[in-house]
T-cell receptor, first 111, second 114 residues
Framework: DAKTTQPPSMDCAEGRAANLPCNHSTISGNEYVYWYRQIHSQGPQYIIHGLKNNETNEMASLIITEDRKSSTLILPHATLRDTAVYYCIVPGYSSASKIIFGSGTRLSIRP | DSGVTQTPKHLITATGQRVTLRCSPRSGDLSVYWYQQSLDQGLQFLIQYYNGEERAKGNILERFSAQQFPDLHSELNLSSLELGDSALYFC?????????????FGEGSWLTVV
C-alpha cells in the first residue's frame, strides 16, 4: 500500500473553504486515493475517492495533481459540523491489502 | 446511516469474561472488516472476511476470533478480557474483497472492561 503523509492538525474559519493536503508520492498507476473522516467517536465516514481526474460530490471536492503524488480535499464552506479527523488513504489494489488508517489530520473549525 | 448495523452499542463486562459483538453488513456487501479504536488511539485493523472466508489479518490478538456466517453477518468474539481491551470496536463492509473498494462503517460497539 502506498504510504500517505498528512499534517497532524489544521484549522479553518467557519464558512471558508478548508483545504486538506495529502502526499502519496509512492502511489502507483492504478491506485485510488480515498478520503474518510471521523467525527468524535462516531464511525468513520466515506467522503470521496479518485484516480486521476478531479472529483466532486455533495460533500467535498478532490483535487489530484497531474503526477498523482499528492491530493487536496476541499470542503467548500466549512461548518462546525465538519470538525473531525480526516484520513487520506491509498489502499492499493491487492487482495491481501488491508485498509490501514494512519493518524490523519485533525481539522478544527473556528466560529 | 451507512447501512452497517452493529450490536450491542454499549457493553460493560468484567475482566476474564467473554463477549460477542455482532455486525450486519450493508445489503449486497460480501466483505466485512473489524477495527479496534482505543481511547484517543487510531483505528487498528483487526481482520477481514469475504464471503465467509478470512481475507486479511491485522493485529488481532489470539484471544480474539471472528467469523462470517452464510447470511454474511459477522461476529467478533473477545475472550479472557483484560482492562486494555476496553475500546470502540467498529465493523465495516464493502461490496468486494479487494482493498480498492469503498468501505462503510457502522457506529461501533463500546466495550468497557472493569
Amino acid at each position: 500500500d502506498a504510504k500517505t503523509t498528512q499534517p497532524p492538525s489544521m484549522d479553518c474559519a467557519e464558512g471558508r473553504a478548508a483545504n486538506l493536503p495529502c502526499n502519496h508520492s509512492t502511489i502507483s498507476g492504478n491506485e485510488y486515493v480515498y478520503w474518510y473522516r471521523q467525527i468524535h467517536s462516531q464511525g468513520p465516514q466515506y467522503i470521496i475517492h479518485g484516480l486521476k481526474n478531479n472529483e466532486t460530490n455533495e460533500m467535498a471536492s478532490l483535487i489530484i495533481t497531474e503526477d498523482r503524488k499528492s491530493s487536496t480535499l476541499i470542503l467548500p464552506h466549512a461548518t462546525l459540523r465538519d470538525t473531525a479527523v480526516y484520513y487520506c488513504i491509498v489502499p492499493g489494489y491487492s487482495s491481501a491489502s488491508k485498509i490501514i488508517f494512519g493518524s490523519g489530520t485533525r481539522l478544527s473549525i473556528r466560529p | 446511516d451507512s447501512g452497517v448495523t452493529q450490536t450491542p452499542k454499549h457493553l460493560i463486562t468484567a475482566t476474564g469474561q467473554r463477549v460477542t459483538l455482532r455486525c450486519s453488513p450493508r445489503s449486497g456487501d460480501l466483505s466485512v472488516y473489524w477495527y479496534q479504536q482505543s481511547l484517543d488511539q487510531g483505528l487498528q485493523f483487526l481482520i477481514q472476511y469475504y464471503n465467509g472466508e478470512e481475507r486479511a489479518k491485522g493485529n488481532i490478538l489470539e484471544r480474539f476470533s471472528a467469523q462470517q456466517f452464510p447470511d454474511l453477518h459477522s461476529e467478533l468474539n473477545l475472550s479472557s478480557l483484560e482492562l486494555g481491551d476496553s475500546a470502540l470496536y467498529f465493523c465495516a463492509s464493502s461490496v468486494g474483497g479487494d482493498s480498492g473498494n469503498t468501505i462503510y462503517f457502522g457506529e461501533g460497539s463500546w466495550l468497557t472492561v472493569v
